[in-house]
Nanobody
Framework: QVQLVESGGGLVQAGGSLRLACAASGLAFSLYAMGWFRQAPGKEREFVAA????????DHADFVKGRFTISRDNALNTVYLQMNSLKPEDTAVYYC????????????????????WGQGTQVTVSS
């Protein structure tokens, strides 16, 4: 079955960096668009970034533009989220998501745009 396993979360000071990874299995990874979402305590899950099947197109939420970058390595079946200049308000559980889209641009920004989800990795940014 499809599995998405996130890693790379942890505790970091404000201004620091983390690199999240999401390893996919059970699917033809290069035919899937990928996304990153996050959910802070007491808040709804929100879109962070998305990337299309070959990495040629990406989309980032306004609040992370210039700080976070999504990328993928189809040879390793892995999608990444490089997070720089972290702020306390970035504290959340970060989830990766996947859906079949072998052509075109990114899948979208809505939760309903993605069929498969990982279990999440906690990112905590201290002030």
């Amino acid at each position: 079955q499809v599995q998405l396993v996130e890693s790379g979360g942890g505790l970091v000071q404000a201004g620091g960096s983390l690199r999240l990874a999401c390893a996919a299995s059970g699917l033809a990874f290069s035919l899937y668009a990928m996304g990153w979402f996050r959910q802070a305590p007491g808040k709804e899950r929100e879109f962070v970034a998305a990337i299309n099947w070959n990495g040629g197109s990406s989309d980032h939420a306004d609040f992370v533009k210039g700080r976070f970058t999504i990328s993928r390595d189809n040879a390793l079946n892995t999608v990444y989220l490089q997070m720089n200049s972290l702020k306390p308000e970035d504290t959340a559980v970060y989830y990766c998501a996947a859906d079949w889209q072998p052509t075109g641009k990114t899948r979208g920004r809505r939760i309903m745009d993605y069929m498969y989800w990982g279990q999440g990795t906690q990112v905590t940014v201290s002030s």
